[in-house]
């Protein structure tokens, strides 16, 4: 018997197989015999292989009709007699020296069955050899099949196995067209440890004729296709079957590699689709008796709460989120379930045909050349691919109507979870029935919904109320009887919101992002009704307008070389060159008004220099107590500030449709709003958030420049359908120093999106988790930006007094501005370095806030205070001066935080003292905090918005 046995399948291969048989013949290591098999080769193949046989007796020639190269190799297989199997591709080659390199290896590794090595690539094009790599990394040897999953680093022509080892694993699999040497890798390193040969034994000649040049997607698909069906087979033992898990170090290393993988959406074993079948292999054995370290444990929840905070709308992160719910149940049972290949590359391919740019055409091809399944005659419903999370408190089975309806509505394209309350502990934590997840909780409420992020709709059953605490964009109650019918038509219903023309709402602000009023629009944008208002944001400036974490949404930025509308919601960049002509300025001011504010000559002078035309205000007459007093009031440089926008602003909203309504947001925007009435009359409402006479004032400083911005807020609220406010303290701040109608002026709290606040809150920051550790006392924070409005001063101050009476303590300061020297000056010339920290600006301040034992807030003025909520939210109890106008409103008059009555240093450490001295007072106002912060809660906020649009009669 010969040492080596060499297959070699072929089909039409004429141009190369006798190159590759060449390479055979040339071996230094002469002990061989290789198996060719003709797989029904309708060219010249039959006759240059016999013709190789007569030369070689070592070559044997089998001829069989067309079926596959699985079904060649096995062919080959059923005929060797050596002891160590190669495998030649017939259009590839061995160096000459391949089998003496294996054979030295062998005899240095005796234990070992299965051997590979680097490969060198021959680009048929060019003629050009490159040294290769492994197509993956090199994996540890426990964890060799963990690594497979992630890539393909075998290459198969390099291989070297003992004859024995395969004969124990069986064939190679003909259900694979592109994989199936990968599926006999993951068998036989299931039984074998591989040792990888570190040097170059063959040349994979690369070529436009081979099957993963043809249909290069197919390879990938077969590839995780086989790795499914591995897992479908074999427990998290066998995944790592060379480890000894009984050992905690062994075991850590072995789930940290696995989680490496299953947290990897680009390995291959998630190139046909999102899947839990590794994941779920992990969470089955980490929460089973054999599995008893907490660190491991603490590790598995970790990785897969941090992967609940994946930004984007896809299965992916809608996989790990549920995942990450399932988690908060106290007692922990995953049980696997067989994932089907099949329904996972459906899922996916819905989701690339309702994705722009992926390929879905390459998936639904490899369904119907290789499953037999036709997609391309599935329609998918306008509500492709909402996510649907449907509420009871009954446990479920197959017949379930619930479990029914929601098949139903995953046939239609959309993406339900049932989430149910449960605490049997054999009932599993997440389960799939029929292509439905399934999550099982102890109880709705702030600790469990959060992690579920934002769902499209919320249907609630057997009498469960309407829960804030799930970022829910629509809901419904169903009651307890409904059936399969009735769900599927009440959700379908709610869904189809693009069946009937929408009023346009646009939101015109100053940028995207930034601060609360930011933060507002992007909340009600998300949450308006979309059966009866397609929101836009148009913006007037171009900085801050990286598009944030919006769970499910889509934003764009639309510029004036690049429109498009994606998810309903338009982002659009209003900034352009505009000017002003004679012909509007005489419209706009009467005569005696031009003469008295002295701007025709300036204005002309603009006009001629830079050769544009520019805005000013409608026609309006003076507030008599605006008079200057012998002062001339110039309007010129708040003209020159507003013009721009207000010009672009006309010229988009002529094209405006009927019906539309412009909510202008911050002083600039409502400004430009009713400035543009010049050129286009259309309906605003004006969006205020603060405390108008003293934003200005902090704002411009120059008496003139103050006098002439008020005179232009006010006419732009006077000019308006409508003005809101977030507090009273607003309301009467217009009212009494800017003259606007009462009646006019709607106070409309900020909402805040409580379920969003707080899941943000459970993100563990590295950051955040260092200064817990370094902070051994009561831990403060304070979040906002670095400027004399926030009163840093006083906030100082009390922390000298609490360092001064030897309480242990630090300060977070979050935030950063113009004003961060001074400020890190100041905490040195107090002595407060080791106390205090500057963090800088955050992108999720949420963590710091929870960490903290109390939130502290002494600003100058807020005109509500979206902070104090905010901490509420995360279970923090709150400490704020009684500033004008929206902490009192917001505390409740100090009922849901502690309000410092004296902005003085004194008593506001006093405060912080007492909530030191006070567990229970701290918990009370943490209990109480939920329960206020739900009265804020956008879902509860947007209704008032909705009425105010509709009651216009815009």
């Known amino acids: 018997m010969p ?82 199997i190669h495998w030649l591709s017939s259009d590839d080659l061995f160096e000459p020296n391949k089998l003496s390199i294996n054979r030295r290896w062998i005899a240095a590794h005796p234990q070992s069955s299965f051997f590979f090595s680097y490969f060198t690539l021959l680009r048929e094009a060019t003629g050009a050899l490159e040294r290769r790599d492994l197509w993956g990394p090199v994996p540890v040897e426990d964890h060799q099949i963990l690594t497979l999953f992630y890539r393909n680093y075998v290459s198969g022509i390099s291989i070297c196995v003992r004859r024995t080892a395969w004969e124990d694993v069986g064939f190679f699999d003909p259900a694979l067209r592109y994989a199936q040497d ?96 590794l994941i779920l292999r992990i969470l089955e054995w980490v929460y089973s008796a054999p599995c008893k370290w907490p660190a491991v444990r603490e590790l598995v929840e970790d990785r897969v709460r ?26 922990r049972h995953f049980a696997y379930q067989p994932v089907n290949p099949v329904d996972v590359a459906l899922r996916e391919w819905e989701a690339r045909i309702g994705r722009e740019g992926s390929d879905a055409r390459s998936l639904s091809d490899y369904l119907s050349r290789f499953d037999n399944v036709e997609v391309e005659g599935s329609g998918l419903g306008v509500s492709h691919r909402a996510r649907v999370a449907l509420l009871t408190n009954r446990s479920l089975d ?72 799930l970022g829910s964009l629509a809901a419904i109650d169903m009651g307890g009887d409904s059936d399969v019918e009735e769900i599927v038509k009440a959700v379908s219903a709610v869904l189809n919101y693009d069946k009937e023309p929408v009023r346009p709402v646009v939101f015109l602000e100053r940028v995207l992002t930034g601060g609360g009023a930011e933060r507002v629009v992007l909340d009600l944008t998300r949450h308006l009704d979309r059966r009866r208002y397609k929101p836009e944001i148009w913006t007037m400036f171009e900085e801050h307008n990286a598009v944030p974490d919006l769970g499910h949404a889509s934003f764009r930025l639309i510029t004036q070389e690049e429109v498009v509308e994606t998810s309903g919601v338009v982002v659009k960049n209003m900034r352009g060159a505009v000017g002003i002509g004679q012909k509007i300025y005489h419209r706009m001011l009467n005569e005696r008004l031009r003469e008295k504010l002295a701007v025709g000559r300036t204005l002309r002078g603009i006009w001629r220099s830079r050769h544009r035309r520019q805005i000013i205000p409608p026609k309006a007459e003076m507030p008599a107590d605006f008079s200057v007093g012998g002062e001339k009031l110039s309007l010129i440089p708040s003209v020159i500030h507003h013009q721009i926008q207000a010009q672009a602003l006309g010229k988009a909203t002529a094209n405006l449709p009927a019906g539309a309504v412009v909510i202008a947001v911050m002083e600039e925007a409502s400004v430009a709003a009713w400035m543009a009435q010049a050129e ?44 809101t406010v977030p507090s009273a303290g607003c309301k009467d701040d217009l009212v009494d120093v800017f003259k606007v109608g009462g009646g006019l002026i709607d106070v409309v709290p900020n909402p805040v999106d409580c379920s969003r606040i ?62 961060r020297p001074a400020l890190e000056k100041r905490i040195a010339e107090l002595g407060l370095t080791n106390h205090i920290t500057l963090v800088g600006e955050q992108e999720n301040p949420a963590p710091w806030i929870a960490a903290a034992d109390a939130l502290t807030l002494t600003s100058h003025f807020e005109a509500f205070g979206l902070v104090l909520v905010e901490a509420m939210i995360c279970g923090t109890p709150v400490v704020s001066v009684d500033c004008p106008v929206g902490p009192s409103d917001v505390l409740g008059g100090g009922n849901f935080g502690m309000l410092v009555d004296e902005a003085s240093p004194r008593a506001f450490a006093q405060a912080i003292s007492t909530l030191m001295d006070s567990p229970g007072l701290a918990q009370q106002l943490r209990e109480k905090g939920y329960e206020r912060a739900l009265a804020f809660d956008v879902k509860q906020i947007v209704p008032a918005w909705e009425r105010l649009i509709d009651a216009q009669g815009l």
């Open 182 to 277: 990968y599926d006999q890798w993951l068998r036989l390193l299931q039984k074998n440890k591989a040792t990888f040969v570190s040097e170059w034994t063959v040349i994979s000649r690369n070529h436009a004729e081979q099957g993963s040049e043809t249909f290069p997607a197919a390879c990938y698909f077969d590839t995780a296709k086989a790795a499914i069906r591995f897992l479908n087979e074999h427990p998290f033992q066998a995944l790592v079957p060379h480890a000894d898990l009984t050992r905690e170090e062994t075991a850590l290393k072995a789930v940290s590699e696995a989680l490496d993988v299953a947290c990897e959406a680009t390995a291959f074993v998630y190139a046909m689709g999102v899947h839990p079948a």
């Open 758 to 819: 707080r899941r943000l809150s459970f993100q563990r920051l590295t950051a955040v988790q260092d200064w817990v550790r370094k902070s051994s006392g009561f831990r403060l924070v304070h979040v906002g930006r670095l400027d004399p409005q926030k009163n840093h001063e006083l906030l100082f101050l009390a922390c000298k007094e609490l360092m001064n009476a030897e309480r242990d303590f630090s300060l977070a300061l979050v935030g950063d501005g113009w004003a």
């Open 398 to 469: 197959d017949g379930a109507p619930l479990l029914i309806a929601a098949r139903q509505l995953l046939s239609l394209g959309l993406r339900p979870v049932i989430l149910a309350v449960g605490n049997e502990p054999s009932t599993p934590n997440w389960s799939v029935r029929g292509g439905v997840a399934a999550v099982s909780v102890e109880r709705f409420d702030m600790n469990t919904l959060p992690w579920l992020g934002d769902v499209d709709l919320a249907v609630y059953f057997d009498g469960i109320g309407r829960n804030s605490w």
């Open 680 to 723: 286009t009359s259309f309906p605003y409402i004006a969006s205020l958030h603060t405390m108008e006479s003293l934003c200005i004032d902090d704002i411009y400083r120059e008496p003139q420049r103050i006098r002439s911005e008020r005179w232009f807020l006010a006419n732009a609220c006077q000019g308006a359908r409508k003005v």
């Open 306 to 331: 941090g992967m609940a905070f994946e930004p984007d709308d896809s299965n992916w992160s809608w996989m790990w989120k549920q995942l990450t719910l399932s988690l908060t149940r106290a007692e």
């Open 3 to 84: 040492f080596h046995s060499i297959i070699v399948p072929t089909y039409n291969q004429d141009k190369y197989i006798g190159a590759a048989l060449e390479s055979i013949i040339s071996q230094t290591d002469p002990d061989w015999e290789a198996i060719v098999v003709n797989d029904g080769s309708t060219d010249s193949t039959r006759e240059i292989i016999e013709a190789y046989a007569k030369r070689d007796s070592r070559i044997k020639c089998i001829h069989q009709e067309n079926g596959g190269v699985a079904r060649a190799l096995n062919t080959a297989l059923q005929h060797v007699t050596g002891d160590w």
